[in-house]
């Protein structure tokens, strides 16, 4: 890849959030897990994680892993398990419900690491992942609308969590505190994109790229990928 590229992908590694996610639960249109996958990378978010309906995760997943290529989309098979693994990572949960102990969500501090819980489109977020969240948070309405598209509030959300993390310069490092490994799946799948389908076609593992953005890879990986099959 070219130098500006490399410097590119550099600089969005070192502004990844890796503590500050998403979690659809059935969110089912596909249009809203793209919109909130785009929000998610806009805002330097690493990976959304999802729970669906088992005969719905296959389908769902794939067009999740469509929207973008930059962000991961984790799923799992019920809330619980989703919860329990953010959980498992420090995260506080933060169901968007209207409930009396519900608080403005931008009273919230976001530079904790934070899950945001997002329920399905029409029925919102169930009753069990609502007892496994921390708090519950709202979006103000004035209106005569009782709420907003999901992918709007979560954009919403994330903007708010984008500004406070920045006022608090987390957005400022050299470096990306990504896995070494996540970090260079990302420079190959991101600066060699055709080379990268190759590879994984042919069950290849990928090879080291270097500060300079170029492969380094021995004459028996590249012989490999030229073969034909």
Known sequence: MNAQRYARIREML???????????????????????????????????????????????????????????????????????????????????????????????DYTRPTCILMGQEKTGITREALDLADRDIIIPMTGMVQSLNVSVASALILYEAQRQRQNAGMYQRENSTLPVAEQQRLLFEGGYPVLARVAKRKGLPYPHVNDNGDIVADAAWWATMQSAG
């Open 14 to 108: 070192a502004r990844r959030q890796p503590d500050l996610t998403v979690c659809m639960e059935q969110v089912h249109k596909p249009h809203n897990v793209s919109a909130i996958v785009r929000t998610a990378d806009a805002v330097g978010v690493h990976e959304v994680h999802a729970v669906w309906p088992g005969h719905r995760m296959r389908t769902m997943a794939s067009s999740a892993a469509g929207s973008n290529s930059w962000v991961e989309v984790k799923t799992h098979r019920t809330i619980a398990d989703a919860v329990t693994h953010l959980k498992g990572r420090g995260m506080q949960i933060l169901a968007t419900h209207l409930s009396d102990r519900a608080v403005d969500f931008r009273d919230i």
